[in-house]
């Protein structure tokens, strides 16, 4: 009952701090001009239709690999437990939120509008009732301290140059004892090599055809984690048969079993690093 009061608090902040506009969306931001051309770019993206938003994202993800790791997370939680996606995009890793955590609540943070509208689209009624959209940025957490029982975060420190900043953010919004999850590009030393051999692109970090900046994880990461949360942090490897970079997207179908066996992949073992394309570092606010 305690953390449901907690969560009416953070609603009534919304509704008073944050406007909610015709869209059902909270709050308005400029974005980080450091990041204009990212954030004008992916607006240019997300103004696209999609008839199947999963068709479309298994190409950028193995869906079952990550609805695996959704589950193990939100089965950790605690009753009524508040989570913040940080650069939550269409939202897709919580449609089945409602089946299987109805009591946990999620706040969805994008710095682009018009993908957090495709959120309210792929979600449909589950927004606003245990879901809820904000317009913000990730370097710029417009909450209170100590609110969230857990912050997620998929994709979005790969491209902030300056990850000590979301870092700090989240740490400040994070009550004790709360757990972040921040899963990154891998910098897989044996998928690079394959890269090589055949010609392919693989950028460790720089700007992406002078468009956006790209970071794929390292011991750098993990070190500035750990300086902000004075705390141990534990790294996994996913997405081992799923590979963008070698064009291998048979694992990323919702419900393929290919995916499946790729979620059971998922582990500690520094060789699965070799070849991983997805990276997680996990921390726990002391």
């Not at 955590?101 to 449909?124: Q, S, T, W």
């Not at 079993?257 to 997805?278: M, S, V, Y």
Request: with cysteine; proline share 2%; charged share 25%.
């Amino acid at each position: 009952m305690k953390l449901k009061k907690q969560f009416d608090v953070l609603l009534t902040e919304l509704n008073s701090e944050k406007q909610l506009g015709d869209d059902g969306i909270y709050g308005f931001t400029s974005g980080n001009e450091t990041q204009k051309v990212e954030i004008d770019l992916r607006k240019s993206v997300a103004l696209d239709s999609y008839s199947d938003y999963l068709e479309t994202l298994r190409f950028h993800h193995s869906i079952p690999v990550m609805d695996s790791e959704v589950d193990k997370f939100i089965d950790k939680l605690p009753s009524d437990g508040i989570v913040c996606d940080v650069g939550g995009c269409w939202g897709w890793h919580w449609r089945k939120l409602s089946a299987k955590r109805p009591d946990v609540r999620v706040v969805i943070v994008d710095f682009v509008r018009e993908n957090l509208i495709h959120a309210k689209n792929l979600l449909g009624d589950r927004i606003g009732e245990n879901i809820f959209l904000v317009h913000g940025d990730a370097t710029e957490l417009d909450f209170s301290n100590n609110v969230f029982d857990a912050c997620w975060s998929v994709g979005v420190t790969i491209h902030i140059p300056n990850i000590e900043k979301v870092y700090k953010e989240v740490n400040r919004i994070l009550k004790v004892g709360g757990v972040f999850i921040d899963y990154s590009l891998n910098n897989a030393s044996l998928l690079r090599f394959i890269c090589d051999l055949f010609r392919r692109d693989y950028m460790i970090d720089g700007m992406i055809n002078g468009s956006f900046y790209l970071h794929r994880a390292n011991k750098h990461n993990i070190k500035l984690l750990n300086k902000v949360f004075n705390n141990e942090v534990s790294v996994e490897f996913s997405e081992i048969i799923f590979s963008p970079e070698l064009g291998f997207y048979m694992s990323g179908k919702e419900n393929s079993f290919l995916g499946k066996i790729d979620a059971r992949l998922t582990g500690k073992i520094n060789l699965l690093g070799l070849l991983a394309h997805q990276q997680s570092l996990r921390v726990v606010k002391s």
